[in-house]
C-alpha cells in the first residue's frame, strides 16, 4: 500500500493515531461534502470502491449498481460506521463503535468526507 499516515500524525501508546483531517473540517473539501451531502449513498459506495481497491486490490466499478443496492439497503449510518470500521483499522486511527455511531449519527455527510480525505491521502502518496 501506500503511505498510510501521509500527515505523520503522532501514533499514542497503543499504536494508534488520530485522523488526518477534523471531524467538522468537511467544508474544506467542498466537491465531496456537497456530494455527500445531497448523495450520501453514491458517496458512501465511492468511497467503499476506493478503500477496497487500495486494501484488498480489488478492480474498481462503476459505482451506480453499489450505490442503488446501499438505497435500497436504507439506514446509511449503520453502513457508514462499518465503512469507518474498516478505514480506521488500515490507517491505525484511534476510534470505536461509540465514536464511529456518533459521528456518522450527527453528520453523515462530515463522516463521509473524512473518510473519503483520509483515503485520498493514500491514493495522492502513490503519485510522483
Known amino acids: 500500500g501506500g503511505n498510510l499516515n501521509s500527515f505523520n500524525k503522532r501514533i499514542a501508546y497503543n499504536g494508534q493515531r488520530k485522523w488526518s483531517h477534523g471531524g467538522c473540517t468537511c467544508l474544506s473539501a467542498p466537491g465531496t461534502c456537497l456530494c455527500a451531502c445531497c448523495f450520501p449513498c ?44 474498516n478505514i480506521g483499522h488500515r490507517y491505525h486511527i484511534d476510534g470505536g463503535c461509540c465514536s464511529d455511531f456518533f459521528c456518522t449519527w450527527c453528520c453523515v455527510s462530515c463522516s463521509l468526507t473524512r473518510e473519503s480525505r483520509e483515503v485520498s491521502l493514500e491514493e495522492h502518496s502513490f503519485r510522483p
Open 42 to 85: 453514491c458517496s458512501y459506495a465511492k468511497n467503499w470502491v476506493r478503500f477496497n481497491h487500495l486494501a484488498h486490490h480489488i478492480p474498481r466499478h462503476d459505482i451506480s449498481s453499489i450505490s442503488l443496492g446501499f438505497l435500497v439497503a436504507g439506514c446509511l449510518c449503520f453502513l457508514s460506521m462499518g465503512g469507518r470500521k
